[in-house]
């Protein structure tokens, strides 16, 4: 990490370490779950360009798996997490098999599409409890000994999950695997001239992916303990791209933020009901039209190193 | 009476029509859907709102001004199309520049709106839409019951299905919108008014989805979210079609719905999915689509 960087992170550490000091715990747990999920969007569609519309699919399935394996099959808590990540990397493994075929605007369409088979599936399958979901799904102890029903036992598992998984974000984009991520964002034509086998590249990334949202969507189904539709809806596949966009496509922190702040104003403005959509679609056109950096992207653009700010589309 | 592989065959044909008609939606969106992507390189995520947008338009007509049904046919699309140059004209012209993903993300956006707007409104029940008096009953051909509004959808849907092909394919107008979609600089310099013809282009496209909004609002109840659900299918007709080619999308929406009535009737659980499952199955043989150019 360079210092900016090794900075930053460490300040916003001490600021998770001493938040549930302050701030409501589960309101923050919420808050690192969906980063979590965001920072794993966005080692996809910030640095290999590919932005995939269904993500749901794996944060919900995942979420899913973890509630029943804990409430019916007794396992802790840290196992079942451990299944989510599985669940989410191996539908992952078949989805992005499928959508890697196509470029651009058909990724997208195909991922979203594929996502709702497992949204219907979720409807249907008898294990998943339709409309109710899988409610008073129990904390357990992690590895036997942490009471995760205590409120900040469970807070600090939550967080080492995230910055484990903010670690292996960053990690994964810059190793030597990473580099030739970006290299297929920016030319994958060239890429493949090079020699590189692009597809295995971006297959790997998609997996890796999606098993960090799966991480997210298990371990927000115990925060919660209940793992419902809501999550393999395609609404949350936009809403994960809402919060990326936010904090800006492409930048390490970006993500973080972006949750931080999606996740704030819909607390603030649930009692608002279907407002919240209409100021989300808003928030949507105005970051696509004026704002195409994010929070982090513009801060690093006007602040950072000369060139350290992605550069918001454009090819 | 006889049975078709242990099926009645008033259920058969009875799903088979179902089919055909949500065939014809399938067509027309798509169609919509390729003809604005041909030219402004974008995918119009707003098309699922502007198709509830179209219904809505009827519903109020009737409602508040007593306009019948034919004319919701006509001002349904004039209304939503002239919203969408709105768009295009304000907001969708900026990102042409960009990278197409852009477009996604602000139409996406933009669906929201106006689907939050409309729930806001009016509340997510379906609201009742009563079948014109001319095309109420129906006949009585043997073998099933046809109703002559769903025979007036397939036809209707048809005829405009194959006016709008008619137009790219065989007239001069349509030679100079292929030819902008191949090159738009080229035949810019040829003195024509290129940017004035995606702004119609993109107006035309959104009155579709408007007029089948119209034509589906006896059929399925006005409610603000009858699009939000049906625009993801028909993304997948567009990605198993392929995008290339105007016929393409309108025999893939046509058999498509099809095949899903008939998944109906032999493995009701299926239904739902079919059309994504077969978008997977084309994706591992053919990935460019049935109809499309490898991109």
């Known amino acids: 990490m360079d210092r900016g960087t090794r900075i930053t992170f460490l300040a916003m550490v001490a600021l998770l370490v001493a938040a549930p000091y302050v701030l409501y715990p589960v309101f923050l747990m919420k808050v690192l779950c969906f980063a979590l999920f965001a920072c794993a969007f966005n080692l996809l569609v910030g640095y290999v360009g590919l932005l995939s519309f269904g993500h749901a699919a794996f944060f919900g399935s995942a979420g899913y798996v973890t509630a029943y394996t804990v ?21 992952g493994l078949v ?23 497992v949204f219907f599936y979720a409807v249907q399958a008898p294990w998943t409890g339709g409309e109710d979901g899988i409610q008073s799904v129990p904390r357990g102890h992690l590895f036997g000994v942490v009471d995760l029903q205590r409120p900040l036992g469970m807070y600090y598992t939550v967080l080492a999950l995230f910055l484990a998984g903010f670690l292996l974000v960053y990690r994964i984009i810059h190793s030597p695997f990473g580099q030739v991520l970006k290299a297929i964002r920016e030319n994958e034509p060239r890429t493949v001239s090079l020699g590189y086998e692009t597809d295995r590249y971006k297959l790997l990334a998609f997996v890796l992916s999606a098993m960090l949202a799966g991480v997210a969507g298990g371990t927000k189904s115990l925060v919660f303990q209940l793992a419902s539709l809501t999550d393999v809806q395609w609404q949350m596949s936009g809403e994960v791209v809402l919060m990326t966009l936010v904090g800006g496509l492409g930048t390490i922190f970006g993500p973080v933020v972006g949750a931080a702040v999606i996740v704030t104003m819909q607390n603030y403005l649930a009692e608002f009901g279907s407002w919240v959509t209409i100021i989300q679609g808003f928030i949507f056109v105005v970051c696509v039209l004026t704002f195409r950096r994010g929070i982090v992207g513009e801060i690093m653009g006007r602040f950072g190193p000369k060139g350290a700010a992605p550069t918001g589309g454009g090819h | 009476m006889f049975e078709l592989l242990g099926i009645p065959p008033q259920a058969l044909f009875g799903q088979l029509l179902i089919g055909l008609i949500n065939g014809a939606f399938y067509a027309m969106l798509s169609l919509g859907l390729a003809v604005i992507f041909g030219l402004l390189n974008i995918i119009n995520f707003t098309h699922g709102a502007q198709y509830m947008m179209g219904a809505f338009v009827a519903y109020l007509s009737l409602t508040h001004l007593g306009l019948a049904y034919w004319w919701a046919l006509l001002l349904a699309p004039i209304a939503v199309g002239l919203f969408g140059i709105l ?51 129906g006949y009585n051909l043997g073998f099933m019951f046809l109703p002559t509004y769903r025979a007036w959808v397939v036809v209707a849907s048809v005829i405009v299905c194959f006016g709008t092909w008619f137009v790219i394919e065989r007239t001069k107008l349509g030679a100079y919108l292929r030819a902008a979609t191949e090159n738009p600089t080229l035949v810019q310099a040829f003195g024509v008014n290129v940017p004035r013809m995606v702004t119609l282009t993109y107006g035309f496209g959104v009155a579709l989805a408007a007029f089948a909004g119209v034509m589906a609002a006896p059929i399925y109840q006005v409610s603000p979210l009858m699009g939000a659900n049906l625009i ?29 009535g008939l998944t109906k009737v032999f493995y009701p659980e299926a239904s739902n999915t079919v059309i994504f499952v077969i978008m997977a199955i084309v994706l591992t043989i053919k990935p460019a689509g049935l109809f499309g150019r490898a991109t």
Request: charged share 10%; proline share 3%; glycine share 16%.
């Open chain 1, 71 to 91: 409430k019916m099959w007794g396992l802790p808590p840290e196992l079942g997490i451990l299944l989510g990540a599985v669940t989410g990397a191996a539908l």
């Open chain 1, 95 to 117: 989805i992005g098999w499928l959508a890697i075929r196509r470029q651009g605007i058909y990724f997208a369409m195909i991922t979203l599409a594929l996502s709702q088979i």
């Open chain 2, 87 to 137: 768009l295009e004209r304000t907001m969708l012209h900026r990102l042409y520049k960009l990278d197409h993903l852009y477009g996604l993300l602000l139409t996406f956006g933009l669906a929201l709106i106006v689907e939050g707007f409309f729930r806001n409104q009016y509340g997510s029940s379906g609201l009742p839409y009563s079948i014109p008096a001319e095309l109420r009953g």
């Open chain 2, 232 to 260: 993801i299918v028909v993304f997948a007709v567009v990605v198993i079609g392929g995008m290339g080619s105007i016929l393409g999308a309108i025999v893939t929406g046509f058999g498509l719905g099809v095949i899903e």
